[in-house]
């Protein structure tokens, strides 16, 4: 059964103080890996999607990786404006159907 | 232009009523979504269409109706609502091209209340 698991569940961050959100997934035939933003009332934002392993993606302050059995999103020097959730979705050999993770809330402090 | 639009913002009905849930895209997608989202947790799929076509359907019970009546709209038509079905309810479209389906871009969502 196709699955993704994220962690933490909460992270709380001091402005600045860099860390890595974790996606760990369990898919029979990959066809994609997406990261999405989420604030609180809104519809997800698109910020990237991954497709093999070894794969990078960056935008600011963020910067997604991949490997075979899970994805890293890595904040460098957040900000408070950085705070939100992050969901981490996966394709796999069902056409069309994403596979969401529970995300990841991050709070960065000032 | 990544736009997709949905109205209204905010629904209250009652359990009673008929009420249209809309979403329009002019990226030229050809795959469009419905999704059901609860607090604190993930959205949910609902539907997918290809090509103007239902092609998933997550066992959605019946008083949830979609339709898709051309490449830019997707309506998402309720009857008979229970308040279990308060949710913000997200649209969603996606490029597709030889049934490879690509990122999905979601709209700012309808924040329904059933009473």
């Known amino acids: 059964e196709d699955q993704v698991t994220q962690s933490p569940e909460a992270l709380r961050l001091q402005e600045g103080e860099s860390s890595s959100l974790n996606c760990s997934y369990t898919?029979?035939?990959?066809?994609?890996l997406f990261w999405y933003r989420q604030d609180p009332g809104k519809g997800p934002e698109f910020l990237f999607t991954l497709y093999s392993a070894g794969e990078e993606k960056e935008k600011e302050r963020l910067k997604a990786t991949l490997t075979k059995k899970e994805s890293f999103l890595h904040i460098t020097a957040p900000k408070p404006e950085d705070s939100a959730t992050y969901l981490c979705a996966v394709r796999g050999s069902t056409l069309g159907r994403l596979y969401f993770g529970r995300g990841t809330q991050l709070t960065v402090w000032p | 232009d990544t736009e997709v639009t949905q109205t209204p913002k905010h629904l209250v009905m009652g359990m009673t009523n008929k009420k249209s849930l809309k979403c329009e895209q002019h990226m030229g997608h050809r795959a469009m979504y419905w999704y059901k989202q609860k607090a604190k947790k993930p959205p949910e799929l609902m539907f997918v269409y290809s090509y103007e076509k239902l092609s998933i359907n997550e066992s959605v019970p019946s008083r949830f109706s979609p339709e898709c009546p051309n490449s830019s709209l997707l309506n998402l038509h309720l009857h008979a609502l229970q308040p279990e079905d308060s949710a913000l309810y997200l649209c969603a479209s996606s490029l597709m091209t030889s049934g490879s389906y690509y990122e999905q871009y979601f709209g700012p969502g309808t924040r329904l209340t059933v009473t």
């Open positions: 898919v029979s035939g990959l066809r994609g």
